[in-house]
T-cell receptor
Framework: DTGVSQDPRHKITKRGQNVTFRCDPI?????LYWYRQTLGQGPEFLTY????????KSRLLSDRFSAERPKGSFSTLEIQRTEQGDSAMYLC??????????FGPGTRLLVL | AQRVTQPEKLLSVFKGAPVELKCNYS??????LFWYVQYSRQRLQLLLR??SRESIKGFTADLNKGETSFHLKKPFAQEEDSAMYYC?????????????FGKGTKLSVIP
């Protein structure tokens, strides 16, 4: 499968713990996006990378959230001191320039 | 503020009946518009991009700039069309690269 992959697919954690998610985009896609989706809502934009540069961040991305794409390939999204309100599906997408965004299967986070 | 509205949370139609999934947007510029679909236990995938003017799986969508709408239509619904559908404008002219998704419409096709 050469599509976008995300790991883990599911994560259960206790409030206050840190979690890290990984996204591997389609190879040669220079753009990578993170979205969050809560129950009954469409995906909401979190942040965007072009190669290794983080070019856009949503106001949803509080200071407890950090994302990296160190070598312009895979990306990680870390949430520190998780809260119950962080429970959601975290989606990653990639694209080649302004072309179609292709989505991964998502990581479902549950904060107890 | 950029806004996209999908007024129907759930739409049920009989197999063979026409389908129209509504999408209205409120943008300052001229966004590009997309429809994404998510079938049960599958990832979100692109269904239509308005600039391509393609018909995918029998679906079409017409951009009406006057009414700021981008409704998705299909003349004869099939059971395999049952899924969540999301309208997503993208205002690339504003220097942003994010898709703004509506809340989605769940289409249920009754056999």
């Amino acid at each position: 499968d050469t599509g976008v992959s995300q790991d883990p697919r599911h994560k259960i954690t206790k409030r206050g713990q840190n979690v890290t998610f990984r996204c591997d985009p389609i190879s040669e896609h220079n753009r990578l996006y993170w979205y969050r989706q809560t129950l009954g809502q469409g995906p909401e934009f979190l942040t965007y990378f072009q190669n290794e540069a983080q070019l856009e961040k949503s106001r949803l991305l509080s200071d407890r959230f950090s994302a990296e794409r160190p070598k312009g390939s895979f990306s990680t999204l870390e949430i520190q001191r998780t809260e119950q309100g962080d429970s959601a599906m975290y989606l990653c997408a990639s694209s080649r320039g302004k072309e179609t965004q292709y989505f991964g299967p998502g990581t479902r986070l549950l904060v107890l | 503020a950029q806004r996209v509205t999908q007024p129907e949370k759930l739409l049920s139609v009989f197999k063979g009946a026409p389908v129209e999934l509504k999408c209205n947007y409120s943008y300052s510029g001229s966004p590009e518009l997309f429809w994404y679909v998510q079938y049960s236990r599958q990832r979100l995938q692109l269904l239509l991009r308005h600039i391509s003017r393609e018909s995918i799986k029998g679906f079409t969508a017409d951009l009406n700039k006057g009414e700021t709408s981008f409704h998705l239509k299909k003349p004869f619904a099939q059971e395999e069309d049952s899924a969540m559908y999301y309208c997503a404008p993208w205002d690339s002219g504003a220097g942003s690269y994010q898709l703004t998704f509506g809340k989605g419409t769940k289409l249920s096709v009754i056999p």
